[in-house]
């Protein structure tokens, strides 16, 4: 997960070059992330529609859709013109599809007991994964072909750790035929929904954040009065991203004692201040935005595994990966949005009023987080699972 990632955020972490190299607009800028989030939709569904989540062993799918990214992520060193590229960033984004939901179910075959802290680890290396581009932008000067090359290697990394490293679990879940019926029956479970509903209010949150802090630190550096700081605000923008990934640890920790439901709510009513507060900042001190923004990126993201760990336990086991792809299908459907608003926002009415409108997912999500841990309350938990609420 850590390796395979890497491609996802590979154009948003050098998105300055890229838009000089290829003439892009307003427009076809915000497309550079946006493709991925579309094409991580269209990937997703169509593995969802065929059962390939379930009729394929995760690591294996993982595999495939580790070099698949790889490889089309290397189609931006030929492409020319700005519609290739964007293209390209859609490709990656369906072949991305195959490595998070398949690694999602892969872990969990793993574990009865401890779940919650075992995704809680994957996704501390998907959230690594996710900050590696600004890594290598800043190893690299901000050559977007070097931040290609490195993160199409990484990709390929992923697929032979995939093949030939990793090992299928002792408690896989059984296969079964995807069918619509059947995941309409899955939705129309009231933990299921409510699960998705707080998911869907962190994905609002995460995605924009996660694809225009990068942007958002570069101009805060450049309004400072500072001499050019592309390199600095890359690193930034690593350290904020990846931080993420501690933050993943103590949520599954935290989970194993008091529940996935809790931490989820608890990661929102930190991080959803934060929004709130961090883009009203950009004119002041550096040292204050970079702490706002080290605490925001440590709890956007720890309630993402707790989603992923509740939907494992709450779900049908014969569509645990269909109901997992298709939650995360309808999750980055959501991000879609507002990653095309970010940007726009920001040219025309500042980064404070674009920040806020983040804030408003996990508010959603904490309404449905504490409906949640009404539901479960007195109810029996899955045997040896970690505590839901």
């Known amino acids: 997960m850590l390796l395979g990632m890497a491609t996802w955020f590979s154009a948003g972490a050098v998105v300055p070059q890229l838009v000089d190299e290829f003439s892009l607009g307003e427009s076809q800028t915000a497309w550079l992330t946006l493709g991925v989030q579309v094409g991580f939709v269209i990937g997703a569904l169509a593995l969802a529609i065929t059962s390939i989540a379930d009729r394929i062993r995760p690591r294996q799918l993982m595999a495939l859709g580790a070099a698949a990214a790889g490889l089309v992520n290397l189609l931006l060193l030929v492409a020319t013109e700005g519609w290739q590229v964007i293209a390209i960033r859609i490709l990656t984004g369906a072949c991305l599809a195959a490595v998070y939901p398949p690694a999602t179910k892969a872990i969990a075959t793993w574990y009865r007991t401890s779940r919650a802290f ?37 990709s390929l990394l992923a697929c032979l750790v995939a093949a030939l490293v990793a090992k299928d679990g002792p408690y896989p879940f059984p296969l079964a035929e995807f069918s619509f019926t059947q995941a309409r029956q899955a939705f129309s479970s009231r933990a299921v929904l409510l699960t998705s509903v707080g998911y869907f209010g962190h994905m609002w949150e995460l995605y924009a954040m996660w694809s225009w ?32 990934a501690l933050g993943c640890l103590l949520g599954g920790w935290l989970a194993e004692r008091r529940g996935s439901a809790w931490v989820a709510s608890l990661s929102m009513w930190i991080s959803g201040p934060c929004a709130l507060l961090i883009g009203w900042l950009a004119d002041g001190p550096v040292w204050l935005v970079v702490a706002v923004a080290l605490v925001w990126g440590f709890w956007v993201i720890p309630d993402s595994p707790q989603f992923s760990a509740l939907i494992t336990q709450v779900a049908d086991q014969r569509y645990v990966g269909s109901t997992l792809t298709l939650q995360m299908a309808l999750g980055y459907v959501v991000t879609i949005p507002v990653v095309w608003l970010t940007p726009v926002l920001y040219l025309r009415v500042g980064w404070g009023w674009t920040f806020t409108l983040l804030a408003l997912g996990p508010l959603v999500g904490i309404v449905a987080m504490r409906a949640l841990q009404r539901e479960m309350a007195g109810q029996a938990e899955p045997s040896g699972a970690a505590p839901l609420a």
């Open 118 to 154: 075992a995704i809680a680890v994957m996704l501390g290396a998907l959230t690594l994964g996710s900050a590696s581009p600004h890594l290598v932008a800043t190893a690299g000067g901000l050559s977007w072909t070097f931040v290609v090359w490195g993160t199409s290697t990484l």
């Open 213 to 244: 802090f990068g942007l958002f630190i570069g101009t805060v550096l450049a309004s400072d009065g500072g001499p050019p700081a592309s390199r600095t605000a890359s690193f930034i923008a690593f350290l904020v991203i990846g931080i993420g």
